[in-house]
């Protein structure tokens, strides 16, 4: 059993009970939705995720002036709507397809703004990018490079391009997003001189414009120090650079990361200030070295989008193994949210209609899928009387989830709806076992 002050923390303050004691988003009982749309579900806040792009964009341009920029790393959630979001909040996008390219088309998002990354780009996704109009490429490798300069050459275009530098940094985060380390499969690393080569690479090629320098350390990180020591590294580069090729670096992308809240023990990150810190420190570097602080970027994608979201289920089984363990089964699971089964992230689930009772129990939270690895948390504290047709809520789902589901023993993936003044409306439909297959011919 937990103690009272542990059994219940809504960790984001778009989480509310109203007086019945029934779990709302953004003012919005969840059950109504539940109702109204089926389970699984995704939900989202509109209004959380708009208020993290004006927070971004004021600390940012509070930190490095005007003309710096926030890119919205679709990655972590990309859809028509979202990229309409960023397109009225003034934000940059950060995509990594042809998928996430069309996407964002589709919403109308001017592509000028669009940064195009991914560490192999095919051939017919770099033509597809220029032809579409993307802004920038951020390049990783010397192959990439040359086969932008030919494809760029042949369309008469001068593409402009960052180059992704491998700083050297150990994020401390888990291992499948730690992205700075010299040994990463992504950019050139500034330790074994590979960096300084792309650079003056990128320098000779007629169809390259080359505007500066981009880096990604990792994700869910929540020690400011690290970009602390990312922004130092990559202004040393920059200034290096300058130096020994004489080159002049317009713009540095430092990347994304910043952590967010999955359970009450996790801290919340306050993003202006870690800005702001940032900042300071970054322009006291470039005084020191005697450069001009190029345009500065930042690519956030979990914190833009990870807490307005969260995903309903309904309970179906629930099974105890006397001496061993209690399962409660939802109707969704590895396949809406792969988190757990791949990285053993943690979770908060709560009943949806009344707090966790005192009298609690701890239950491992399954999914449906025919795998014993489709967990999506163990040792959930939840009402002992749990059962069929419950609806449970598992919360901060709006990152990495509907972008990384999956149609694993052929299951539908859930819509996704927005929550906006009290309203709700479809953003992406649910799939049905029709459009399942729909591609078998
Ligand atoms: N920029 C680049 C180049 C990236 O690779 C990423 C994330 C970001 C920005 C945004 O990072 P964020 O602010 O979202 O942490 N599937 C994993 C996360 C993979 C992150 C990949 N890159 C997860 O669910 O935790």
Redesign the pocket.
């Known amino acids: 059993m937990i103690t009272t002050a542990k059994r219940e923390r809504l960790i984001c303050e778009n989480l509310t009970r109203d007086t019945a004691g029934e779990l709302c988003l953004a003012g919005v009982p969840l059950s109504s939705l539940a109702k109204e749309y089926g389970t699984p579900l995704y939900l989202y806040d509109e209004e959380r995720i708009r208020e993290r792009c004006k927070t971004y964009l004021s600390a940012v341009r509070a930190a490095f002036g005007e003309n710096s920029q926030v ?1 919205y ?1 679709s ?2 959630a990309s859809f028509k709507r979202l990229y309409e979001i960023m397109k009225d909040e003034g934000m940059g996008i ?1 995509v ?1 397809s042809r998928g996430e390219i069309y996407t964002a088309r589709l919403a109308g998002f001017p592509l000028c703004r669009a940064y195009f ?1 991914s560490n192999n780009k095919t051939d017919e996704d770099i033509t597809y990018a220029i032809d579409a109009g993307v802004g920038c490429f ?1 390049v990783d490798n010397a192959e990439e490079l040359y086969a932008i300069n030919e494809m760029a050459g042949e369309r008469k275009v001068k593409q402009k391009v960052l180059l ?1 530098i491998t700083p050297g940094i150990d994020p401390h985060t ?1 291992a ?2 730690a ?1 700075g380390k010299v040994d990463s499969k ?1 950019g050139s690393a500034i330790e074994t001189g590979q960096a300084k080569e792309i650079t003056e690479l990128a320098l000779s090629l007629p169809s390259i414009d080359l505007l500066g320098f ?1 880096c ?1 350390v ?4 929540f020690d400011a120090d690290v970009y602390l020591s990312t922004g130092d590294i990559m202004l040393s580069f920059v200034a290096d650079m300058q130096r020994e090729l004489g080159f002049t670096a317009r713009e540095l992308d430092i ?5 967010v809240r999955y359970v009450a023990d996790q801290p919340t990150v306050d993003i202006e200030k870690t800005v702001l810190t940032v900042g300071e420190s970054m322009r006291k570097r470039a005084r020191e070295l005697d450069i001009e602080l190029p345009k500065i970027a930042l ?6 989008v ?1 807490d307005a979201g969260l995903t309903l289920y309904t309970v179906g089984t629930v099974k105890r193994i006397p001496g061993y363990k209690s399962y409660v089964s939802v109707d969704g699971g590895m396949t809406d949210n792969p ?1 757990y089964a ?2 053993g ?1 943690p979770y908060t689930i709560l009943p949806v209609m009344g707090e966790i009772p005192p009298e609690n129990e701890q239950m491992s939270v399954v999914g449906r899928c025919c795998e014993s690895g489709d967990i999506l948390q163990e040792n959930v504290p939840l009402p002992k009387d749990i059962k069929r047709g419950d609806l449970l809520a598992c919360l901060t789902t709006g ?3 509907y ?2 589901a999956s149609n694993y023993n052929k299951i539908t993936r859930p819509p996704v709806v927005m929550l906006k003044d009290g309203q709700s409306y479809i953003a992406v439909r649910g799939e049905t076992v029709e459009d399942l297959a729909s591609h078998d011919v």
């Open positions: 890119l790393a990655k972590a950060d990594v990354h951020v992704r888990y499948a997003v992205t992504f981009h990604h990792g994700s869910q990180i990347g994304g990361g910043l952590g690519e956030p994608g979990r914190s833009i990870a988190r791949l990285y992230s990152a990495y989830h972008s990384m």
